[in-house]
């Protein structure tokens, strides 16, 4: 029985003191990482950081966190953040932000709500940077902006897979539900930003090729899509079904160019669905020229081009893709 004691004993302390060695690594590592990523135009504040958890969790509460880009004038600003981990296999992350946050830039404020925004992230190894899997969701999100955009949406899920282990290649997807965009500038926020209806079911399925690895916590520029093969976009409500598909790579400048496949369910009904404003009253004009064309009562099946920055229904332009967009 002593025996037994004393084994049960050795084992708590031992694993005690992996915890505590554990915990004031994750500290230091932090404390170092941000050290790194405050040197350049990115800087990172925060009031304290508090690792809980034990015995079978690290995890580590970051509070009154503010983020910030000197060069594009942008400031994100969290009450907390949470970086959440099981202390038997560290290199999976679970990433929870809060309720409420604010994005600042220099000409408008963004403040995001929603019920739930978690994440988890798979890296290749405990020693890794690397993302092999990446998982967001999203429930009861809005998003208000000064400059008079609402962005809705009840459930969102955005999920990013390798598709191989050693290439910057990943399989990406997207679904949200009940979506809408009220947005002052419809040539900025695309094809959602055109309808007039608050039900939209957005779904994408594309293979992303970058011209790096996407990381966490280590400094590096932005990946840059190089290539885009785009397996489907699917846009519904319940009185039009839209789906588009195609390849697209950038140009020297980073611009996407490439052919896309426009499919259009009951496109009268999408016609009263769009917004008469601006650039949508020359996509209005030119669906309704096909439709002509093509003389199909229902269906509507369109070749979209993107070259130049410019974005063509056949040989008519129907706008330019703006600079934000591409950075």
Not at 30 to 42: A, C, H, P, T, V
Not at 202 to 218: C, W
Request: hydrophobic residues 40%; positive net charge.
């Amino acid at each position: 029985m002593r025996i037994l004691l004393w084994t049960i004993s050795f084992v708590i302390l031992s694993w005690s003191a992996y915890w505590v060695i554990g915990a004031k690594s994750i500290k230091s590592e932090l404390s170092e990482s941000i050290q790194k990523f405050n040197s350049g135009d990115w800087s990172i504040e925060y009031s304290d950081a508090i690792v809980r958890g034990f015995p079978y969790r690290f995890d580590v509460t970051i509070n009154n966190l503010t983020v910030k880009n000197k060069k594009n004038y942008l400031t994100w600003t969290l009450p907390y953040f949470q970086i959440l981990s099981l202390s038997y296999s560290p290199k999976n992350l679970i990433l929870v932000w809060p309720k409420e946050q604010e994005l600042k830039t220099k000409t408008k404020t963004i403040n995001l709500t929603s019920n739930k925004m978690l994440a988890s992230i798979e890296r290749t190894n405990i020693r890794s940077y690397d993302i092999s899997k990446f998982i967001l969701e999203v429930e009861g999100a809005i998003v208000k902006s000064s400059q008079d955009l609402v962005i809705q949406s009840k459930s969102l899920i955005l999920a990013i897979d390798k598709l191989k282990v050693e290439t910057a290649a990943y399989k990406f997807g997207l679904s949200s539900t009940e979506l809408s965009i009220q947005p002052s500038d419809h040539r900025f926020y695309g094809l959602v930003g055109l309808f007039n209806t608050n039900s939209l079911n957005l779904n994408i399925n594309a293979d992303v090729y970058l011209d790096t690895l996407l990381r966490v916590t280590k400094k590096q520029d932005y990946p840059k899509i190089t290539k885009l093969n785009l397996k489907e976009i699917s846009i519904n409500s319940k009185d039009f079904i839209l789906t588009a598909m195609g390849n697209l790579e950038t140009d020297i400048q980073g611009s996407p160019e490439g052919d896309i496949q426009l499919k259009i369910s009951d496109w009268k009904q999408l016609l009263s669905n769009i917004k008469k404003t601006g650039i949508n009253k020359k996509i209005i004009e030119s669906l309704r020229i096909f439709s002509i064309l093509s003389g199909n009562q229902n269906n509507l099946t369109l070749e979209l081009t993107l070259k130049e920055r410019k974005l063509l229904l056949g040989p008519l332009l129907l706008g330019s893709i703006p600079k934000q967009l591409i950075q």
